[in-house]
């Protein structure tokens, strides 16, 4: 703890914090343009400047930390000079065109500009002539441009992509793409959110609307399981001419959380409805008739709880395969850990300095957790394991190790894994036996992971300090999961590591929480609910009965982060609700948020109203959404299982994996979003397939088939291929172990 | 000193104006009065004044020019709102003026952003720019006021009669024999871009792993922070980048791609850091290069002389795959002679010797004689070590019978060991010693504690010491005695300190009486090194320094005899590793010209590199502003002894990630520009 004054006034730092933080803390306002608080200072607009007792002229504020007994000063005479003069600087050759500018009304520079009273250009330079930068669904507009680099530091520290740069050439500077013409990268759109001014903008948005007509709407992000705030800007122009609300993009609170593309881009997936009496009643009878409901996880805790009273009041089946797994695996998990759930979370993984990814695509599966990583890699220095069949080239500036293991060996690779991080660890003697009895030279084998490559684990994290393991869902699905969860469970209870696991879909933990799910078969006939069935309602595909989609329902979610997340609707629904749908079969309440109250405090809920949940974040970045569950405890009674013969994949095998920023048939809509739907491959794997770049193929499941494009992937190695999963021809990624063995025949080529 | 018409040149203030010739007062620096052989300068201008040397300079233009090089070279600037813009004024409304288009109204606004800039840039370059044009302004206001009310040009506005020369320089980068671009290499890592770090460095030092272990890092020493509270930690800092690069197991990311082949090639002999070092930088002009090395390994004395405890190989071994990925061809196990010298002259274009100095000298005592059994020379003693720790190669059965070693390898338990030194290799020798399981390793050294310190550093020093290294100082063997040619023990003088009564500098003399036996099983001199250069033909009667080291003239690194080139230890003596790389850096860009046009020349970037260097660019007496002292420096954890000693573990940890941070966060971006006119 470090005191100092500021302006007088006593104020105290933590150790590392910088003046300016402590300042912010403390309610002192010092200007700035280019601070973000969650990377490393830029220390490029010079404004923040603050005079001392200790030192002879000017120091910065974001980037010094102050000494003990340091004298501040932050609003003398000079600094507003010196300040004033600063912004006579951005303002030369700055076109004063505001008018025509997105930003405007929400520009850094507009503000700062009035904030010091700058009127008339002061100075003046030569002008050059700059051209507009279109790069997809970013463009850049350098004479806009105040060379802040936040967007840099952002896309570097923070996304991961590292994929633009400052071009250093005094006057002549601007941000270009590293390393190639065109800007290639996973568009986040991050840089976008933290431009202060209309340098980089939305070219869906650019001239589209104003920023005072827009109404904003906080929400949850309905992708992924992440549970990422973000605001939906909707435009309430209903007209005469019956014009309707819409949402014009999203933006969020880039001072303290990101999105990925996904949840910035990935907006207009809504669905419009009627009242339409008759359907709603064939959908009652349905539900009658079939007694059993086939749901996904993109559903609100609210809607689940419905789904679980219809299930206790009218005996209806309830079927969600993907979350009955994880529910499995976390009962399994709970029996060694005595905890409902896991203890860490995605901050844990940006705060550690060391981090074991196991089983899972997770800078695609959950981007949020990927960002956490680069967080953790870059500030911290974290090493980073990364345990997969197949290697992913998004990771590599995060990844110090990766560990490639044969593909369904997971259960041998999960009690190696937790024998070596175990090997301090004072566990029972039975376990400790369990651990020497392993047969180490038959799982390194079969799983072809030497053992010198647990030995660098080992070593790793012996000098790590803040650890966390990253459980991905090929783990939850696999058919050893529970074995597997109780090995990932020791771990967690008996290292200090906290333990995340990257839940496959939006609320399949809340889901998991509130239903008892039955187990569902080939050709059990349910109704669905965005879901396949043999009646459908919900908000995707052709259904019978339209629901709002999650855009348009108030209601909330749970994160991998256990917390539950409120979100609200942005463009009002007409049509009828889960809700409605329920009353008919005498479940009823006049609001679906009505139940939010009632989410069982057996699994942790905390009986708070939905009215009294919190959907933001501080100034300091407090994170003030919703509410964490409580871990409850439970019964400790599981046991480690020998570990079976572990199995081997031959011949054409595919793993369910989605292109960046696609999760669901929610993405799969959206306008601006990349759809690539095609089977990726290695040469290597063609080869044993027989076909060829841009082949069109047919690939036959255990359980259907469809037909796709083949892609031959030049960076890709091994004889694994991607097959995308959202696009819905194949269900949800997660109904099953990831990766498949399947037959691939070829249809025809592309022309 | 130096003969100026003008200067204000650290603050000096020194005004010929109309003065006679003779009476001239001089300038206390070393000032760049001629820019080379061919040119004299007209005037000198940088961060801290401004010096003419003749009084016909247009002073306008001068300063135009300046604020020109900064706008337009350098890449320093960019980086802050003020430096950015605050420099593009500066140069477009010299420019007005000059051209005979200002009002007076600009000279005030000119002023005033050069406050701006001078209380809030980025770094010390828009920081100091306006310095020595605020000195124009002044001293000579009539020239510019006659361009502003006569609206005419100034003087030679329109005349191309004059070079402007400008480079990019800073305290830390001028001291650092490899001149690294300090500034940016740190700049990388507290922007978390360890690419662009190492990018950097290796611009100038390709060994970045290795220098950011076991530099002694004289940058240290003039790094502007020390004005402030302590210097960075520098050398350290290198590591970031360097494992950024290995940790993820990117490719190499070199400063520059690769030129196609020019169709010339060079051979270099030796394949330690200064032979590393000219093939990276000539390969990276396109020469096609072999390596010629007489070891099984390549490193030099960075392989087989520091001690994995210090130097982890597989981390060296990086540095020199960054090399072989240019394509570099190393050809080992193969001494050259003067006889494939005579060869090389014909079949390469040009050859660069970098041999180092692999001759152990003698400690010069009674019955020092090399075929005693224990007399050990330190170099040698190292090789076998390191091999084999290193490298898994054995000591041959010949030699371990020489050495009285029990098994094939270096093992010395139950034995005790004297090592006479003071300096690097020495230390290296005891601490080896003791790894190896000596029973008794004892250092003696003429001189006092303190003198080692400053040979070595603090921390070696007492990690020797916490090891269990005995030191006797102020001592020095007088006689090896041997029984049957065995060594048995060693008769030590020892000495004393006699302050000269006249106030000179104190001797050290011979304490009567004092002198001592200790039992020893070895002796290792450790004293320095010589060069062998039997490679070199006798009849191209290359010149030699007086300590029989090859002679060049410091600058371009060639011999005496056409397109022979020479750097590193056998050009200089034994040095450092930092030494080694930037003599050769130095000598691949000559010889990349060389190879071409057959001249020898210095790019203006060097010629400018060496004038900053005598002219010394790192101000102990300056007083810092604009930074808050007080911050201390960050220190990196080592292993304890008893986790270190009885290993080859690296002693250091290096810094996390936090302190790293943090000590990058303290450098103070010191960079400046300077520009000659000639
Ligand atoms: C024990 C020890 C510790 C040291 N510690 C440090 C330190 O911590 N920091 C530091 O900066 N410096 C240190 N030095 C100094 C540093 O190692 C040298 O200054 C540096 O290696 C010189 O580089 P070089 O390339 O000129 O010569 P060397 O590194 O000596 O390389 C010369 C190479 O040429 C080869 N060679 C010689 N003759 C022939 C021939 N005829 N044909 C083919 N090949 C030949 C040799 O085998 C050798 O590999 C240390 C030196 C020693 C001995
Ligand atoms: S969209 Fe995201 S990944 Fe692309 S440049 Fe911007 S910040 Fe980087
Ligand atoms: S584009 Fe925006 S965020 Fe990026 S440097 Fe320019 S002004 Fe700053
Ligand atoms: S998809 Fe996931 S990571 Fe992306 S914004 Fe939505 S919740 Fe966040
Ligand atoms: S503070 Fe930084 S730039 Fe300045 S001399 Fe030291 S290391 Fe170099
Ligand atoms: S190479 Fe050595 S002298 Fe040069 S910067 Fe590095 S540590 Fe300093
Ligand atoms: S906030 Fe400190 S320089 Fe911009």
């Not at chain 2, 006889?339 to 000298?361: C, H, P, W």
């Not at chain 2, 000596?438 to 003696?444: H, R, T």
């Not at chain 2, 048995?488 to 104190?506: H, Q, Y």
């Not at chain 2, 911050?631 to 008893?642: F, G, K, N, Q, Y």
Request: charged share 25%.
């Amino acid at each position: 703890m470090i005191n100092f004054t500021i302006n007088g006034q006593p104020v105290t730092a933590q150790k590392g914090e910088t003046i300016l933080q402590a300042a912010r803390k403390a309610g002192f306002y010092i200007p700035t343009m280019c601070y973000l608080e969650k990377t490393t200072p830029c220390a490029s607009c010079r404004l923040c400047v603050v005079e001392t007792d200790k030192t002879d002229g000017f120091i910065l504020s974001c980037q010094t930390p102050p000494t003990e007994g340091l004298s501040v000063t932050i609003d003398s005479e000079n600094l507003k000079a010196e300040r004033t003069n600063i912004m006579r600087l951005y303002d030369v050759n700055h076109p004063l065109e505001c008018g025509v500018c997105d930003k405007s009304g929400a520009c850094d520079l507009q503000n700062k500009t009035l904030e010091f009273g700058v009127s008339a250009q002061h100075f003046s330079a030569k002008e050059q002539h700059r051209t507009i930068e279109h790069w997809g669904l970013i463009n850049y507009d350098p004479s806009l441009c105040i060379l802040c680099e936040k967007c840099v530091h952002v896309c570097n520290e923070i996304i991961g992509d590292d994929a633009i740069e400052l071009q250093f050439g005094g006057y002549k500077s601007s941000v270009v793409p590293k390393n190639s013409e065109k800007l290639d990268c996973t568009f986040c759109g991050e840089c976008i959110a933290v431009c202060p001014v209309g340098a980089l903008v939305s070219s869906d948005f650019q001239y589209s609307a104003n920023a005072w007509e827009l109404t904003q709407i906080p929400a949850t992000c309905a992708h992924c399981s992440a549970g990422c705030s973000l605001v939906y800007e909707v435009r309430h122009t209903s007209n005469a001419l019956g014009a309707k609300p819409k949402i014009y993009r999203v933006t969020n609170d880039f001072e303290h959380a990101t999105l990925c593309g996904a949840g910035r881009f990935g907006f207009d997936f809504g669905s419009e409805g009627a009242k339409d009496e008759a359907e709603l009643a064939r959908a009652v009878d349905a539900i009658q008739e079939h007694k059993a409901i086939r749901f996904s996880s993109l559903i609100t805790n609210e809607e689940a709880y419905i789904l679980q009273k219809l299930k206790e009041s009218a005996g209806i089946k309830l079927y969600n395969e993907e979350a009955r797994a994880y529910q499995d695996f976390m009962k399994a998990y709970g029996s060694i850990s005595g905890k409902k759930s896991t203890g860490g979370s995605i901050d844990a993984v940006a705060k550690s300095d060391g981090v074991i990814v196991f089983g899972g695509r997770i800078a695609t599966d959950n981007p949020a957790l990927r960002y956490a990583m680069t967080t953790a890699a870059r500030h911290n220095g974290a090493k980073v394991v990364y345990m997969h069949p197949l290697e992913d080239a998004l990771l590599q500036n995060v990844v110090t190790q990766y560990v490639k293991y044969e593909v369904g060996t997971e259960e041998g690779v999960a009690a190696m894994l937790a024998k070596t991080l175990l090997k301090e660890a004072d566990v029972s003697e039975e376990t400790r036996r369990y651990f020497d009895d392993l047969d180490e030279g038959y799982l390194c084998a079969e799983s072809n992971v030497g053992d010198e490559e647990f030995e660098r684990i080992s070593k790793t994290f012996a000098r790590t300090k803040r650890k966390t393991l990253i459980i991905g869902s090929d783990l939850l699905s696999h058919g050893r999961a529970q074995n597997i969860a109780r090995l990932c469970a020791m771990i967690e209870a008996y290292t200090d590591f906290s333990v995340v696991v990257a839940a496959p879909s939006v609320n399949t933990v809340g889901v998991s929480l509130i239903c008892d799910l039955d187990a569902d078969g080939a050709n059990v006939k349910a109704v669905g609910y965005n879901a396949h069935g043999v009646y459908t309602m919900g908000s995707f595909g052709n259904v019978q009965l339209r629901l709002p989609a999650l855009n348009s329902q108030e209601g909330t979610f749970v994160s991998i982060n256990h917390q539950v997340l409120p979100t609200n609707v942005a463009v009002a629904f007409e049509g009828y609700t889960l809700n409605d749908v329920a009353s008919r079969l005498g479940v009823s309440s006049a609001n679906t948020i009505d139940y939010t109250a009632q989410l069982p405090v057996s699994s942790g809920f905390s009986g708070s109203e939905f009215d009294a949940l919190g959907n933001f974040y501080g100034p300091l970045g407090e994170d003030r959404r919703g509410y964490v569950l409580e871990n409850v405890d439970v019964e400790a009674d599981g046991e480690l299982e020998e570990v079976e013969d572990l199995p081997e994949f031959n011949g054409t095998v595919v793993y369910r994996c989605n292109p960046v920023n696609q999760f669901n048939a929610y993405t799969a809509q959206s306008r601006q979003l990349e759809k690539d739907t095609a089977l990726r491959g290695s040469a290597q794997f063609a080869a044993a397939a027989k076909i060829a770049n841009g082949d069109k193929i047919r690939v036959e499941f255990g359980s259907g088939s469809e037909e796709r494009m083949f892609v031959l992937d030049g960076e890709m190695k091994g004889t694994v291929a991607l097959v995308p999963s959202y696009d819905g021809a194949y269900g949800a990624a997660n109904d099953r172990y990831r990766f498949e063995k399947v037959k691939i025949s070829r249809v025809g080529s592309e022309v | 000193m130096s003969k100026v018409y003008f200067s204000t040149w650290r603050g000096e203030q020194i005004n010929n104006i109309g003065k006679a010739d003779e009476e001239w007062e001089k300038s206390a620096y070393n000032l760049p009065l001629e820019y080379n052989e061919h040119a004299s300068s007209k005037a000198f201008i940088g961060w801290d004044g401004v010096a003419l040397f003749s009084p016909d300079v247009d002073v306008v233009r001068l300063a135009t020019e300046y604020a020109a090089q900064y706008q337009v070279y350098s890449e320093a600037c960019g980086r802050c709102a003020p430096g950015r813009w605050g420099g593009r004024i500066l140069y477009d409304l010299l420019d007005k003026i000059a051209r005979g288009e200002g009002a007076l109204s600009d000279m005030e606004h000119l002023k005033e952003v050069s406050k701006t800039m001078q209380e809030t840039s980025k770094c010390e370059i828009g920081k100091t720019v306006p310095n020595p044009l605020l000195d124009l302004m002044n001293h000579f206001e009539s020239e510019f006021m006659a361009c502003i009310e006569g609206q005419k040009p100034s003087k030679h506005y329109h005349m191309h009669d004059t070079n402007y020369i400008a480079k990019i320089t800073a305290p830390c980068m001028d001291a650092c024999p490899a001149h690294v671009d300090i500034p940016a290499y740190i700049e990388g890592v507290r922007d978390l871009r360890f690419d662009d770090s190492l990018m950097a460095t290796r611009q100038t030092m390709p060994l970045a792993h290795t220098c950011g272990r076991v530099c002694p890092h004289p940058c240290e020493t003039e790094c502007r922070r020390t004005n402030l509270d302590e210097a960075i930690s520098i050398m350290e800092l290198k590591r970031l980048g360097a494992d950024y690069e290995t940790d993820h197991g990117f490719g190499f990311f070199h400063p520059a791609q690769k030129k196609p082949s020019i169709g010339k090639k060079v051979a270099v002999i030796g394949a330690g850091p200064a032979g590393l070092t000219g093939a990276y930088y000539l390969a990276l002009e396109g020469v096609d290069v072999d390596v010629y090395e007489e070891l099984p390994v390549l490193g030099g004395e960075v392989a087989v002389g520091v001690p994995e405890y210090r130097m982890p190989i597989d981390k060296y071994n990086q540095d020199i795959e960054a090399v072989r990925d240019l394509g570099v061809n190393f050809i080992t196990n193969t001494k050259v002679t003067a006889d494939m010298m005579r060869q090389f002259e014909n079949d390469y274009d040009a050859v660069l010797v970098a041999t180092g100095t692999r001759i152990s000298k003698k400690v010069y005592c009674d019955n020092e004689r090399p075929e005693i059994q224990g007399y050990w020379g330190a170099i040698d003693f190292l090789d076998k070590v390191n091999l084999q720790v290193k490298y898994d190669i054995m000591v041959p059965e010949a030699d371990q019978k020489r050495h009285m070693l029990p098994a094939n390898f270096v093992d010395l338990s139950g034995k005790t060991l004297a090592c006479v030194g003071g300096g690097f290799t020495s230390m290296d020798v005891v601490r080896c010693a003791i790894r190896a399981g000596a029973k008794k390793v004892i250092m003696l050294y003429r001189r006092d504690e303190a003198t080692i310190i400053k040979n070595t550093t603090y921390e070696e020093y007492h990690e020797a010491v916490e090891e269990g290294v005995e030191f006797i100082f102020h001592s020095a063997v007088a006689k090896m005695n041997d029984e049957n040619d065995v060594l048995k023990s060693l008769t030590v003088d020892r000495f004393e300190l006699v302050p000269d009564p006249n106030g000179g500098r104190p001797t050290l003399e011979k304490i009567d009486g004092a002198s001592f036996d200790i039992d020893v099983d070895y002796l290792i001199p450790a004293v320095s090194q010589s060069a062998d250069l039997k490679l070199l033909p006798e009849e191209w009667e290359i010149e030699r320094t007086s300590w029989a080291t090859i002679k060049t003239n410091g600058k371009d690194y060639m011999t005496s005899r056409k397109g022979i080139f020479a750097a590193g230890d056998c050009e200089y003596g034994p040095m450092t590793i930092v030494n080694a790389v930037g003599q050769a850096k130095r000598a691949a860009s000559v010889m990349a010209r060389y190879v071409q046009s057959g001249e020898i020349t210095l790019s203006d970037d060097e010629i400018m590199e060496d004038h900053l260097r005598k002219l010394k660019v790192y101000d102990k007496k300056e007083k810092i502003k604009g930074w808050l002292p007080g911050l201390p420096r960050a220190h990196s954890e080592v292993l304890t002894v008893d986790e270190r000693k009885d290993n080859n573990r690296e002693v250091k940890y290096g810094f996390t990630q936090e302190e790293a941070l943090a000590e990058a966060e303290r450098c103070m971006r010191c960079y400046y520009i300077a520009m000659v006119a000639h």
